[in-house]
């Protein structure tokens, strides 16, 4: 494992990538001598390269791409290597997942899921079976009620408790930002009718009855999580496996983890050392945890040779949820004029976190959702860049953005801010956003193409498990902004819809970019780790409608295969499971 300190070392660095790259492109990687491992002919290679957009073959070797060429060419070049027909199929570079939660994602396949479920009454009924599969006395936890819908008119618990006397239950919401909890679970707690809220957080209570409803929202949370026993080390590996074959069925071939907490860190490097870590992961570190984050600080980056396992990111969390009501606007909400939502972190908080990670050479990633949180981090951003002048190339991310002040909008790309927004965010929030935020505010929303019309770096991504990893719904929302069944008409504020090209270039070259990975990844090249995905269909004349039904039939991690379709339904039906 090799570390880089940065701020030390960036222009040599610099130089020594420059220098690499054009002998990579003159050369390949490893000189004239490079042996190519498969020579992969017939086929439509979409390689996201501006030099040369379409490819019919190339060479792969060493886990680099060695060429890229007409299939004569690249044959010449490396007679003897074994040769895979690829049969006409499309191939692109494999998608970089810039904003994702590994550990919630392998969890949700061990926990009650209950996402779609509608109503209140219906994931009572799936607690009450799950009650019956679990002995007395341990927790049922689960996730997946959402948030943002049921915020009209949040359950209480009474329900929930009959079903469960002896059984604390905690239920996060789907995007993480409130939760639902028994009677039992809230006894372990020590949270009864006159337990106040603590700050930035909520305790729901009947408002004529003066009782709890079991509804936490925000950093109230943390008064009840801290009592459900913490995850082992072999579970939170187990959980991580499950994530990485959800990841690469979907064409996932890298995941910014976007909240690494000491033992995740931990599991990933026990996988690695088992060689079981089947995807590259780039870490953004938990802030609240000054003991994981003071080494980093002292230190700089982590970056392994082999691109598996990268630590270079802090993240912050400066408001909450829209869905919550506790993104933080500059106004009140439209639909509770009670409230303005929450600050998690200070604008000073973020500049002096911002500084000691500029200092040091790593990124930071903040979570900004209402208009005030998106001032507050420009702002911090601002000030930070301007007391570190040294750190010219910094990439301060900003995470979601997705209700900004129209005036704030010009303001990213000068700041040299890259911008990462999740396109499924909008089209399951659309059917209460705009009450939630008012006909103004909402011309602010969502507005992927007003930023990339001031120049910003846009990359695009999901935010597993709390929307669905699948790329290709994203690029369909982003598209479309439609649901998947074509609705509105002509689509959502549809003046923010973006096209094709765009949509892909967010996927790969941008979302490489956001991670400083821009000469590694996100392209099919000369020198570049031979990640890539094989697809059921042609992504580049396909309507967006059929970008739904788009399958990944194969994924490669540099020169292996770690993800077949065929290869899976074998072994689905080993295992008796039907499959569509």
């Excluded at 976007?258 to 089947?278: I, P």
Aim: proline residues 6%.
């Amino acid at each position: 494992m090799v570390s880089f300190p940065i701020r030390l070392d960036r222009l040599v660095m610099g130089l020594l990538i420059f220098v690499t790259g054009v002998c990579f492109v003159s050369c390949g990687p490893y000189g004239r001598g490079t042996k190519a491992d498969k020579v992969f002919v017939n086929g439509h290679i979409v390689t996201m390269d501006e030099d040369r957009p379409v490819a019919e073959a190339m060479a792969v070797g060493g886990g680099r791409f060695l060429s890229v060429s007409t299939e004569a060419d690249v044959l010449t070049a490396h007679e003897g290597a074994e040769v895979v027909d690829l049969g006409g199929k499309t191939v692109m570079p494999g998608i970089v997942e810039s904003h994702g939660h590994l550990l919630s994602l392998g969890q949700s396949f061990l926990e009650l899921n209950v996402v779609g479920v509608e109503s209140p009454a219906d994931v009572v009924e799936k607690v009450r079976q799950r009650v019956g599969e679990t002995p007395p006395g341990e927790w049922i936890t689960g996730w997946g009620w959402d948030e943002g819908a049921w915020a009209k008119a949040y359950p209480d618990n009474e329900a929930l408790s009959r079903v469960s006397l002896e059984h604390p239950v905690y239920l996060r919401g789907l995007h993480g930002f409130a939760c639902w909890a028994n009677e039992k679970a809230l006894e372990i707690a020590g949270i009864g009718n006159d337990t106040p809220d603590p700050p930035n957080g909520k305790i729901l209570k009947d408002p004529v009855t003066g009782r709890h409803t079991g509804i936490l929202t925000n950093e109230a949370q943390a008064l009840l999580t801290s009592h459900i026993p913490p995850l082992t080390q072999d579970q939170t590996e187990r959980a991580l496996m499950l994530a990485h074959e959800e990841c690469l069925r979907n064409g996932l071939t890298s995941v910014h983890e976007a909240r690494t907490t000491t033992n995740m860190l931990e599991a990933f490097r026990s996988l690695k050392k088992k060689e079981k870590l089947a995807i590259r992961v780039w870490c953004m570190l938990d802030v609240p945890d000054e003991e994981l984050i003071q080494p980093y600080m002292e230190n700089g980056p982590e970056i392994d040779q082999d691109h598996l396992l990268t630590v270079r990111c802090i993240k912050v969390f400066v408001d909450g949820a829209l869905g919550s009501r506790g993104a933080a606007f500059l106004e009140p909400y439209s639909d509770a004029p009670n409230t303005k939502g929450v600050i998690v972190t200070s604008e000073d908080e973020l500049y002096d976190i911002t500084v000691r990670s500029l200092r040091a050479g790593l990124q930071v990633a903040t979570h900004a959702i209402g208009d005030r949180a998106n001032r507050i981090t420009l702002n911090a951003y601002r000030r930070a860049i301007e007391a570190v002048p040294s750190a010219e190339d910094h990439r301060l991310r900003l995470e979601h953005a997705q209700v900004t002040a129209l005036e704030d909008i010009p303001r990213f790309s000068p700041l040299g801010i890259v911008l990462s927004m999740q396109p499924p965010h909008a089209t399951s929030d659309m059917p209460w956003a705009e009450t939630r935020v008012g006909p103004e505010r909402i011309k602010g929303a969502y507005a992927w193409r007003s930023f990339l019309e001031t120049g910003t770096h846009l990359t695009l991504n999901s935010d597993f498990p709390g929307e669905t990893l699948n790329p290709f719904y994203g690029m369909y929302a982003a598209e479309t902004r439609q649901t998947p069944d074509g609705k509105p008409e002509g689509g959502w504020y549809s003046e923010q819809c973006l096209s094709r090209q765009e949509v892909l270039r967010a996927y790969t070259v941008e979302a490489a970019y956001s991670g400083f990975e821009e000469d590694i990844k996100g392209k099919i090249a000369p020198g570049f780790l031979a990640d890539f995905i094989v697809l059921s269909d042609d992504i580049l004349t396909i309507p967006s409608d059929v970008l739904l039904s788009l399958e990944v039939e194969q994924t490669w991690l540099g020169r292996e295969l770690v993800y077949s379709q065929i290869r899976k339904l074998i072994r689905d039906d080993k295992n008796r499971l039907k499959k569509p």
